[in-house]
């Protein structure tokens, strides 16, 4: 740089080699001075290549020259707070280069004195423009990604909807199959009651297996579609293991005494007697397994063993049956979806292959896992685990096994009233019920339901839910609300084809006593009735007689 330049910037020279001029000259950053009114008085070399100007031509030229629309607002408002002296803030705005060339620029600007005392600014240039692009481009990207976000959650809503439209439609077709399925079953088990011949009782006992192994599908079918309407969340309760486990082995209890099999239960001393977890979970895997086990079960019995797993809060569950046993390779395909029907014949044999596929699913959203060891010939063991924390240091205390030769006793002569609507329904119903030894009245809505109760004197209802007109819990609710108390604590036991656990959680919050899901069998439909009217006679402390 001549001393000829160097005399002519608004600068204070100094006396050393280095002066505040040729700092700014060499810097690499872009750097022009201007007058308050935006004139250049000098620039550069890094401002010259930013401006695409020689820099021999900047001085006289007018900076707004460069900016470029719409950047000349902002321009003009940082000239003003030059001019009165206010802190400027930083700005970017658009410049164009000398061949016209658009480019983002990030400016900051502060104002100085010349060597002759005249304020002047100071302007430090930047190009940004890749900056800028970038921003812009991760602007973009977030749009399309908030975009993104919002079409995967309407398409959610749309399967979510799409799996409860699916599931309504399944339930309401396995209620339809359920209703005549209890006329099958009922009629069958009178039929195989009376004198027959060997080739009809045979007849009857297919009819009779058939029908069962069709309730098994309905079952299994409504089963799956409850798995894929789970929710994530596991809906923790505190509860009684023991209990828990006495309902369960007790649902099986005349089947098991049926085929003359015994049918046990094991808790080890450790084990809390009240845990939290998703109880309705558990019982749904204890009954499908145990359920599982009998199929395949014909002598000996099955034992549902629990215990803790190490030392954590996991408990460990099996079931271990009798019955003929599975090869290893068996085992490795025993709980895959729908293969199993085609890879375990013998255990598959009248059932879906999606009961153990269900277990797996519903185990895994209790974080645990299940397994299976078997041995051909000297039957099976299923076993899982369960996150089950203790509820507090109490510890199993007078528990005893299910099943004892007081909850076997007959049933007392009772006064029934039926309430159903279908004929064919009503019809095999009211024989089981005088099969028993019962006095059975029948209607055909809850309308006449509540009117019988008013004008007459039962021991118990049974109560289909689905009827025209007054429906079931409608009924039950009106008799809940009589003001005679023999008839308003009437015990009433729902038998309906709606088998979910939100359907008897329906019956319960209506009014209900207990739930029974059609199609039932005598014996199952004898214990149910029992259980209900000791729990009953318990409550009000009047004896049925």
Known sequence: MTSKKKAQLPIPQESTNWSAADVLEYARVACLLTDLNGNILWANAAAASLLGASQRHLPGKPLVVFVTFPGHQKYFALLERLRTGEVTPDAVFPLRRRRGHPFTAACKVSRSFSYGGEPIGIWILSDCTAEN??????????????????????????????????????????????????AAIGAAELLQKTNLTAEQEGLIHSVSVAARQLKEVADAVLSLTRVELLQPVVKASEFT????????????????????????????????????????????????????ALKFTQTGGITLA?????????????????????????????????????KVPSRAHGSTALGLYICKTLVESLHGRIAAESTIGRGTTLMFTALLPACDAAQREGRSAPGSDAERDQLPPVRILLAEDSELTARVVAMQLSSMGCQ?????????????????????????????????YGATQTIRQLSDPEKSQVP??????????????????????????????????????????????????????
């Open 440 to 472: 059975v009245v029948r209607v055909a809505d809850g309308a006449q339901a509540v009117e019988a109760i008013k004008g007459g004197q039962f021991d118990m209802i049974l109560m289909d839910c689905n009827m025209p007109g007054l429906d079931g």
């Open 306 to 342: 629990v215990s803790r797993f190490t030392q954590s809060n996991n408990l460990l569950f099996s079931v271990a049956d009798t019955g003929s046993g599975m090869s290893e390779h068996m085992v490795e395909h025993l709980f895959d979806p729908f293969t199993s029907a085609n």
């Open 133 to 182: 692009a970038s921003s812009r481009l991760v602007q973009k990207v977030n749009v399309e990604l908030e975009s993104s976000k919002a079409e995967v959650a309407s398409l959610k809503l749309e399967m979510d909807k799409a799996l409860r439209d699916k599931s309504a439609i399944i339930a309401h077709l396995v209620h339809e199959v359920r209703t005549p399925l209890q």
């Open 241 to 292: 293991l023991d209990q828990l486990l006495d309902d369960v082995c007790g649902q099986f209890r005349v089947e098991c005494d049926a085929k003359h099999l015994y049918l046990r239960k094991s808790i080890a001393e450790d084990v809390p007697a009240r845990v939290s977890g998703d109880e309705l979970r558990l019982r749904q895997i204890l009954l499908n397994l145990i359920s599982n």
């Open 492 to 545: 009433i036991l729902a038998l309906t084809a709606s088998a979910g656990e939100d359907d008897r959680n329906k019956c319960l919050g209506a009014g209900m006593n207990e739930y029974l899901p059609k199609p039932v069998g005598t014996e199952e439909l004898r214990q149910a009735i029992r259980n209900v009217l000791r729990a009953a006679t318990k409550k009000s402390n009047r004896v049925v007689s």
